[in-house]
């Protein structure tokens, strides 16, 4: 027998040759041609391979070691080692080709390959049947969506990324063919054995997409394996119990089971399996497998639709082949019929020697043997079977794995009713109630945590649980709140693939929630709405669902029942994304056909949605990110602090880090002030919007507005000028100083005045001194429009002008929450948090242990002291929220203003745009925008890293936080701490660069360059 290291000498070459190969032909490989459209017949890569290196290891083989190498035996990965030793005689001394991978868990796997292989005198070829990822074999491990729901998504682009996704975690593990994908048309519904594992009922489907995920796999060289030839869809019995009979003519097998066949071998499918099939269109001889027929396998497969591949047999230990194979050499007469690979054959050592005799004989010719055993050597060089496997505890997944889970599902849902566009639901607040179809209350629990997140605090969400018979949704609990509801959602969980269950759908649960629409339909003043979701096969819509998909105003099909899937729905429910799913197959009794679906497009008005996974650490910038805010709270740089990034829309990182005080976590609730951001967030989006409705001009002196600074210096000031810090204003006064001056006696620990202002609890002033702070502006040094200093006394000043306009001695405030706040949904985003409804004081980071002005710990009002002086409202600062609020707000920003639906800043009049740019780009040493901060135009300096694009804005504030938003990148991006707790000379956090160390390795793992 060879020894191993001739075979890696011959992959070596192999290995060098393709690679130059590769980079011969990488301009036209993207895609090969089209992926649907194939312009030329492809032959399977393997045999691309020099016969002449794979001759020499054919040459030194004897004939029985030829035939080992046809034969595959099935091996278990479990913990118990107890029964490997079997197959590893047969490896070490019989010469075996291969094994299959059954059950068992991934490091025991890598385990047991890395065993069986060193065995092996030739490297073995490793299968399994992964038809969904690994998890349909290993525990432990993902299980990526069913084929039906990839038919849902019809998208051959990302079948094929799920493709080379599930090809990468096989090579991980030590498998180099997968016994995928499966390419029968499932035209009948009560398939047992199909079903869920098919693309669907549209040949040209099931060939496109089938096709697309065999080139997925071979990109990565692992041989995939069309299955189950010459069609398993039409058929109503399994051929593990029995051999089903495939009834159609010659003219519908090529129309319809053999066509999906057709495009694969056309587009260089590596292999094919051959199913255990009673097909009398092809074959007359009585209950003959099509596994033993010569006419279905040489004759059809080989010679009328030239496959050259590799053809495995299906398990010979299956009764559609052990029961109906007869008393015949069935090893030799599956060779006979054209299979190259016999797949659970039995006792290897007598199948060789059944072979051998027929050998002998003369009933088979050596060089069929020699051929096949040819083939096999060839897809062993070319699926580079003897690479090592990783390391213990590397991770099998490849790097999209869970992004192309995600998309998929989101892309298959399927919504097949929407009345009055139910969905998206664009609202700000509401009151929601979910009824979930299930016994467990975990089932659903996933749904109703990812609703609620993603919503946001301004909705109140309800969950009940009602068995899956729906008995329990007579609770007087659920029935209140199903009727105080503005939107009831039914979940149908805890489903099954199973058609003789009904995919675990229960009747009296249908009949229950039918009445239960019908009842609130019956309610003239009754204005819920209803959407049903079901997670199941959408076999199970049948006429026992007519009245539910008449009267509710949506219906989602789902088709996976998992956390996933889960918050997907919710996504497309809450608008967070859209879908172009469409049914893959026609239900029985159904007026859905194949294709319906209705497509929802969510762009530029989405809402901000929450990836879980990501959130949860799996993003590739997580781990640093938690790293650089550690190091921080190592070196007391912050009390703790919030970090979010929004990447394309959705959430990719939420960390909630130490404390607010030294006791009191940080949670997703915690509130922050955010001191200038106040500038941006409040102040300069109200002027936006006034200038679109011609209600202010930026370009107009600051006179035209405050007509007492009609005969000063300071009145020839323009807002823009103002806006962008160029107006010669003075940078700030300290007021609280003058109210410190015992003379004056201006502070009272009670109120002292017909008109007070309330500073902090305990703390007054008249507002009469509120005039004084604007006489201190008014007297304050100015220099020379044109020079760059950066100014608060700007923003006193246009809020001054927008409490006159308003009348009113807080406008920011009302005008702010009114126009934007409220109507996007911010809950915890607004000035004075603790007079809002809900808003907690062990909600609020405190912000400074002040001894001088307020003498307390400031907590729940303002940090700054000016604003404070206010009543907590300015210009320049005062505004709270928390995180994620403040990143629904950047994704607004990003949105060109639109979020929910609506233009809060009109897109076509590029106001956000003109605002967001520099405001005096010939100016050598002006970065900022109007109100907005934008990078520094010397590297290594200024509010971002060096890696943040030239057209991103933003702002920082006092108090240590930061609002970030990249219009190059998708990218929005907010941290928000109270480093000036208990000291406001802690200046830790902008000497470590924490702000900007987040943000610079988040734009390395975007590829972003140094601007």
């Known amino acids: 027998m060879t020894s191993k290291p001739l075979f890696r000498e011959i992959l070596s070459i192999f290995t060098f040759s393709l690679a130059l190969a590769g980079c011969a032909q990488q301009e036209n490989s993207s895609l090969n041609e089209h992926l649907l459209g194939i312009d030329k017949v492809e032959e399977p890569e393997f045999l691309s391979i020099r016969t002449e290196w794979v001759d020499s290891i054919l040459d030194t083989l004897t004939m029985e070691e030829q035939v080992a190498q046809l034969l595959m035996v099935p091996v278990y990965s479990r913990s118990d080692t107890s029964g490997w030793s079997e197959a590893e005689s047969w490896v070490r001394d019989l010469g075996l080709g291969g094994v299959i991978c059954m059950q068992g868990g991934p490091e025991n796997q890598r385990n047991r390959i890395t065993r069986l292989q060193d065995l092996s005198a030739i490297p073995l070829m490793v299968a399994s049947d992964a038809e969904w990822g690994l998890g349909m074999r290993l525990d432990s491990t993902r299980s990526f969506p069913r084929a039906l729901t990839l038919g849902a998504t019809g998208d051959a682009d990302l079948v094929r990324r799920f493709g080379r996704a599930v090809g990468i975690s096989l090579r991980n593990t030590g498998i180099t063919v997968n016994f995928a994908p499966v390419v029968d048309v499932n035209s009948n519904s009560i398939n047992p054995v199909i079903g869920s594992r098919s693309f669907g ?32 869809g039409d058929s109503d019995s399994d051929s593990h119990k029995t051999l089903p009979r495939i009834s159609g003519d010659r003219a519908r097998l090529d129309s319809v089971e053999l066509a999906p066949f057709r495009v694969l071998i056309d587009g260089g499918v590596g292999a094919i399996m051959v199913a255990h099939l009673d097909v009398p269109a092809l074959d007359s001889t009585d209950s003959q497998p099509s596994t033993l027929s010569p006419a279905i396998v040489d004759t059809l497969l080989r010679q ?87 390391p213990y505890g590397t991770p099998w997944d490849a790097a999209e794995a869970e992004d192309v889970h995600r998309e998929i599902l989101q892309a298959s849902l399927t919504l097949l009713t929407n009345k009055n566009e139910v969905i998206p639901m664009l609202e700000a607040e509401g009151k929601i109630a979910v009824i979930n179809i299930a016994n467990k209350t975990a089932s659903s629990s996933k749904f109703t945590e990812h609703l609620s997140k993603t919503l946001g605090r301004s909705f109140k969400v309800s969950s009940f649980t009602v068995g899956k018979d729906g008995s329990g949704w007579g609770r007087t609990e659920v029935q209140l709140a199903c009727e105080d509801a503005d939107l009831v959602l039914v979940n149908f969980l805890e489903t099954s693939n199973r058609p003789s ?60 029942d998992d956390y ?85 829309g959705v959430v990719m990182h939420d960390g909630s880090y130490g404390t607010t005080d030294g006791k009191v976590k940080v949670t997703e609730k915690t509130v922050y002030d955010l001191a200038s951001i106040t500038k941006v967030a409040a102040t300069t989006l109200c002027l936006m919007r006034l200038e679109e409705t011609g209600n202010f001009d930026l370009d107009s002196p600051i006179s035209k507005y405050l007509h007492e600074l009609d005969t000063l210096e300071l009145g020839t000031r323009t807002f823009r000028q103002i806006l962008s810090h160029q107006s010669g204003l003075y940078p700030w006064i300290p007021f609280y100083l003058e109210t410190l001056s015992d003379s004056l006696d201006l502070l009272s620990d009670i109120p002292l005045c017909d008109n007070n202002i309330c500073i902090n609890p305990n703390l007054f002033i008249c507002e009469e001194f509120v005039d004084t702070m604007y006489l201190r502006i008014l007297e304050a040094e100015i220099r020379p429009a044109g020079e760059y200093r950066y100014s608060d006394l700007g923003y006193y000043l246009i809020n001054k002008m927008l409490n006159e306009t308003y009348r009113t001695s807080k406008a920011i405030d009302s005008i702010s929450s009114s126009w934007f706040y409220n109507p996007m949904g911010l809950y915890s985003m607004g000035f004075n948090p603790l007079e809002r409804p809900g808003m907690m004081l062990y909600d609020i980071a405190p912000t400074e242990q002040d001894d001088i002005f307020r003498k307390c710990t400031v907590q729940g009002h303002v940090h700054d002291p000016g604003a404070a002086l206010l009543g907590g409202v300015c210009g320049h600062a005062g505004l709270f929220s928390d995180a994620n609020d403040l990143a629904r707000l950047g994704q607004m920003l990003l949105n060109n203003g639109t ?93 470590l660069n924490v702000r900007t160390e987040i943000q610079r390795v988040v734009m390395e793992h975007l590829n972003a360059p140094i601007r």
């Open 501 to 560: 269950k009904n995919y675990g759908v229960f009747r009296n649960a249908l009949d229950e929630c039918s009445t239960r629409i019908l009842k609130s339909k019956a309610d003239s003043l009754n204005g819920t709405k209803w959407i049903v979701n079901l997670f199941a096969n959408p076999y199970v819509i049948d006429e026992n669902w007519a009245r539910i998909i008449e009267n509710a105003e949506g219906f989602v099909l789902a088709y996976q």
């Open 899 to 991: 979020y929910l639906g609506i233009d809060f800043l009109d897109p076509e009049k590029s106001t956000l745009e003109s605002w967001t740019a520099r405001a005096y780009p010939e100016e050598d040493s002006n970065r900022r925008g109007i109100g907005f901060d934008k990078p520094a135009l010397e590297l290594d300096s200024g509010p971002t890293c060096d890696r943040a694009s030239a057209s991103s804005f933003g702002h920082s504030g006092f108090t240590g936080t930061l609002l970030w938003v990249d219009p190059d990148y998708d990218l929005v991006y907010v941290f928000l701490s109270n480093r000036t707790y208990p000291d406001a000379e802690n200046h830790k956090l902008i000497t």
């Open 304 to 390: 009328e639709l030239g496959f050259r591949g590799l053809a495995f047999t299906d398990a010979l230990s299956m009764k559609g082949f052990a029961d109906f194979a007869g008393d015949r050499p069935r090893a030799r007469d599956a060779l006979l019929a054209g299979n190259d690979i016999l797949l659970f054959p039995g006792d290897p050592i007598e199948v060789i020697s059944e072979i051998i005799e027929s050998l002998k004989n003369g009933s088979i010719d050596s060089s069929l043997v020699t051929e096949k055993c040819r083939r096999v050597l060839m897809a062993k060089v070319w699926t580079k079977a003897d690479e090592e496997l990783p």
């Open 201 to 232: 009922e549209n040949v040209q489907l099931v060939g496109e997409l089938g096709l697309a995920y065999s080139r997925g796999l071979q990109d990565v060289n692992v041989l995939a394996t069309a299955k189950h030839f010459p069609g398993h």
């Open 564 to 648: 996933r899937t889960q918050e997907a729905v919710v996504d497309l429910i809450c608008g967070v994304h859209g879908t172009k799913g469409t049914l893959p197959v026609t239900p029985s009794d159904s007026s859905f056909k194949q294709g319906c679906g209705i497509i929802v497009d969510n762009q530029n008005s989405s809402r901000l949605g929450f990836n879980t996974s990501a959130c949860g650490g799996a993003w590739g910038p997580s781990s640093k990110i938690d790293s650089i805010v550690e190091i921080a709270l190592d070196a007391e740089a912050f009390p703790g602090c919030r970090v979010m990034v929004a990447y394309k």
